[in-house]
């Protein structure tokens, strides 16, 4: 199946701080989600985003699909913002089918004051 | 719209026991998914379904059974719960192509000791 990488797994920033976490995909796709899970375990929606730009705040995503990855921005960053992201794909091959996301493994972020 | 909601929020269960988990959306969406996140991972996907009367196995459904007698519930059966049950269960949904948004509940965590 189709393979999702997520980097780095770990990152400490201080406040103020920007980021930017990486997801790689192994084959094409055609939903890719951004997902943020707060330290009380709800995943909350950041970006759909098979391909393109797209900003909403202080956060923005760039999936660029031919090279197979997509990247978050977070700017300036706030203690509210830590937490796990996980990136997450349908692979384009999927058909008529589950249509099930596959989730990379995450990266833990941490906003210290 | 209340979106996905799940019940219970929290469970602790011996082993052997049995129980279920409730999840109901109120989007009328076709696509139904049960998860498990274990600790430091992403999700894997439990069991699916496409519509009411039509479910199908995930990568991890040993132990689990489901049921979709309507478009809004979908509630997962565990079985003789056993320590390896241990994790937090998520409830999603989808309109019905791979290109929509999946929407996420707010999670069950359930122990089994």
């Known amino acids: 199946g189709i393979q999702v990488e997520q980097s780095p797994p770990d990152l400490i920033l201080q406040e103020g701080a920007n980021s930017t976490l990486r997801c790689n995909f192994s084959d094409s796709v055609n939903n890719l989600q951004w997902f943020h899970q707060n330290p009380w375990g709800q995943l909350i929606n950041l970006f759909y985003i098979p391909s393109g730009t797209k900003q909403n705040g202080r956060l923005s995503a760039t999936t660029v699909a031919t090279e197979r990855y997509s990247l978050l921005y977070i700017s300036s960053s706030q203690t509210t913002d830590s937490g796990v992201y996980f990136c997450?794909?349908?692979?384009?091959?999927?058909?008529?089918?589950?249509?099930?996301?596959?989730f990379g493994k995450g990266t833990k972020l941490s906003v210290i004051p | 719209n209340a979106g996905v909601t799940q019940t219970p929020k929290f469970r602790i269960l011996k082993i052997g026991q049995s129980m279920t988990l409730q999840c109901t959306q109120d989007?009328?969406?076709?696509?139904m998914y049960w998860y498990r996140q274990d600790p430091g991972m992403g999700l894997k996907l439990i069991y699916y379904s496409v519509g009411a009367g039509i479910t199908d196995k995930g990568e991890v459904p040993n132990g689990y059974n489901v049921s979709r007698s309507t478009t809004e519930d979908f509630p997962l059966r565990l079985e003789l719960a056993a320590p390896s049950q241990t994790s937090v269960y998520f409830c999603?949904?989808?309109?019905?192509?791979?290109?929509?948004?999946?929407?996420f509940g707010p999670g069950t965590r359930l122990t089994v000791l």
């Open positions: 999603a949904s989808r309109q019905g192509l791979s290109t929509d948004t999946q929407y």
């Open positions: 997450a794909v349908v692979p384009a091959y999927s058909g008529a089918g589950s249509y099930q996301l596959t």
């Open positions: 989007m009328n969406h076709n696509y």
